[in-house]
């Protein structure tokens, strides 16, 4: 039987088009599929779009057009922007598919069935851009706690999910599972979270027929409870408020049209909905539970505690794990769209091509940490890492290859100390980068091939195999086959990060793109006499912007 991998980004919500930072877990996301398909696995990868509610709702607004329309202008920026990034996802889930919508609509069935729904007044502040209620615990200024805007008070009735009666079971389900939710501080941070209780939540939207726009908003004094309510802007419209949910963009409930599934509710459950829950039994048992929940550490509430109870009520068995990563950071401040600061992967990938964006996404920061992005960072990055240490080392070693050998890979006849110890710190990646990868620490499986890289240098600037060519040293063969058995692992191993880059690097050693693992990670499978290409820099120098 083969291996299941099941992976999954975030729904990007299509207010705008996407930035460094939704392609940050994009790549990620990518590069582990990438990994898990090489290493044999049957891989589904999910990404898509989360295109309900509020937020998005208020943005056609403004944009002249119904939310409908909006959406679709976006969705296809989305899908250039990750063909552009190399983004090898099996399949791209809209929230406003047909399909998705039906999952929903069973599985809230489900939820009410088990009796985990009732009707209630909702009475609190919202933060309508993130679509995340703002506890007066946490925040006592009604700010929120993400995006620091002020939050917008709306009171109506709702339908509430009993959130709180999964305490017990959540509590026992991070305590039999201390790798549920990663890095470890982010489980503490949640479960420490959970052991201070937790609250019913309102899962559903009272539909009204017409919302008005900001420039209808009226001023009210500040903390009032109508604070960022609006007027009537004309005694026939149901537009009571923008601060107020007033707004029928979203799935009906099953059991009463008048209210439409929070955008959260919805939204969780493409997880199970793109792999045909519950209408293809076969696919959705083939594929669940998912192996991993990428997403950053905002959102990490909603999948390690509400998209679990939401589960449990389902009667449906938990993904293995989510795994929280950190912000990228513009001078401290989190990268977003609405905050200006939004730097586009088409500008950086003018730069430093799509790989060399790709390699600094998951080098620069820990998977998990916070980051700021710099251009010269970005700059660095590529001129010494990919131009100097990857780019020098294919260059080098492939002239003098067909210098010395006519482009032939020649035999390694005879031990040679240098080329054992490359192939030791060879055989070693072997198996940490595979290590590193499981444990999502990019970095380091980065760190590791470079270590390699490094290591072959220092070997061509210490053997001089120029000098062993003039005194017709017996080591010179064994040492140009051990550069270019250290390029193919290299190749081998960076393929997840930078498929181009590793298939160039295959080719220019005369070589196919047909790497498995582990079998190709190991030394030695590089055959004797191949015809080399001639070499073609990879990386051409950027100047640093004075
Ligand atoms: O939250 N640094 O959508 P979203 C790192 N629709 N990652 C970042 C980032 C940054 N500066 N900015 C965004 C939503 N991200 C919901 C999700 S899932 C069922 C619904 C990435 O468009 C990161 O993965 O706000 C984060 O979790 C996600 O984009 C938020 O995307």
């Not at 006592?140 to 709306?154: A, L, M, N, Y």
């Not at 409930?253 to 199970?272: H, K």
């Not at 990490?300 to 993904?319: E, N, R, T, Y």
Request: glycine share 6%; proline share 7%.
């Amino acid at each position: 039987m083969r291996k299941i991998y099941y992976i999954t980004t975030p729904l990007y919500y299509v207010n705008a088009e996407p930035h460094i930072g939704t392609a940050y877990t994009t790549v990620a996301a990518d590069v582990l599929a990438r990994y898990k398909r090489l290493a044999g696995y049957e891989v589904f990868f999910l990404t898509g779009t989360d295109e309900h509610g509020l937020k998005i709702a208020r943005t056609a607004k403004e944009a002249g057009l119904s939310p409908k329309e909006f959406v679709d202008k976006l969705v296809p920026k989305f899908k250039q922007a990750w063909q552009q990034l190399g983004i090898s996802y099996d399949y791209f889930i809209r929230t406003t598919d047909p399909s998705h919508e039906e999952s929903v609509k069973a599985l809230f069935r489900k939820v009410i069935d088990k009796g985990d729904i009732y009707k209630g007044k909702y009475s609190g502040w919202y933060c309508p851009p993130c679509e995340r209620y703002i506890s007066l615990k946490d925040s006592p200024d009604k700010s929120c706690p993400v995006c620091k805007r002020p939050g917008e008070f709306f009171e109506e009735d709702n339908y509430f999910f009993k959130l709180s009666k999964y305490q017990a079971p959540l509590l026992k389900h991070f305590k039999d599972n201390p790798a549920f939710v990663e890095p470890s501080f982010r489980y503490n941070e949640i479960l420490n979270r959970l052991e201070s209780g937790i609250e019913d939540i309102s899962v559903s939207r009272l539909v009204r027929s017409h919302f008005t726009t900001k420039a209808q908003r009226t001023q009210s004094p500040p903390g009032s409870p109508g604070e960022g309510r609006l007027a009537r802007s004309s005694p026939d419209t149901l537009c009571r408020d923008e601060g107020g949910s007033a707004f029928d963009w979203g799935i009906p409930l099953p059991t009463d049209p008048s209210q439409v599934i929070w955008v959260w509710f919805d939204a969780l459950i493409n997880y199970i909905s793109a792999i045909g829950y519950p209408a293809k039994p076969d696919v959705f048992n083939k594929f669940w539970p998912a192996d991993v929940h990428l997403i950053a550490k905002d959102i990490l509430w909603f999948h390690s505690v509400i998209w679990p109870a939401m589960l449990m009520a389902a009667g449906i068995p938990l993904p293995k794990k989510v795994f929280a990563h950190g912000w990228w950071t513009m001078n401290r401040d989190k990268i977003s769209k609405s905050k200006g600061n939004a730097v586009y992967p088409a500008e950086v990938i003018k730069q430093v091509g799509v790989d060399g964006l790709r390699y600094f996404l998951l080098r620069e920061m820990p998977f998990g940490l916070d980051g700021d992005f710099s251009e010269a960072a970005l700059i660095n990055r590529y001129n010494n890492d990919l131009g100097n240490d990857l780019g020098n080392l294919v260059l080098r070693t492939l002239t003098m290859i067909e210098k010395y050998y006519d482009g032939k890979i020649p035999s390694p006849a005879g031990a040679y100390e240098p080329v054992e110890e490359l192939r030791q710190t060879a055989e070693k990646l072997a198996v940490t980068v595979p290590g590193h990868l499981d444990k999502l620490a990019f970095s380091l499986a980065l760190e590791d091939i470079w270590s390699l890289i490094h290591q072959a240098n220092k070997t061509i600037d210490s053997v001089k195999p120029w000098a062993l060519a003039k005194a017709k040293s017996e080591h010179l063969p064994a040492v140009l086959y051990g550069l270019a058995e250290t390029l193919r692992i290299v190749a081998v191993h960076l393929a997840p990060f930078m498929p181009t880059v590793s298939k160039s690097i295959l080719a220019q050693l005369g070589l196919a793109d047909d790497i498995r693992l582990p079998s190709s990670a190991g030394w030695g499978k590089l055959p004797v006499g191949t015809q080399t290409a001639k070499s073609q820099p990879l990386f051409q120098r950027i100047e640093l912007p004075v």
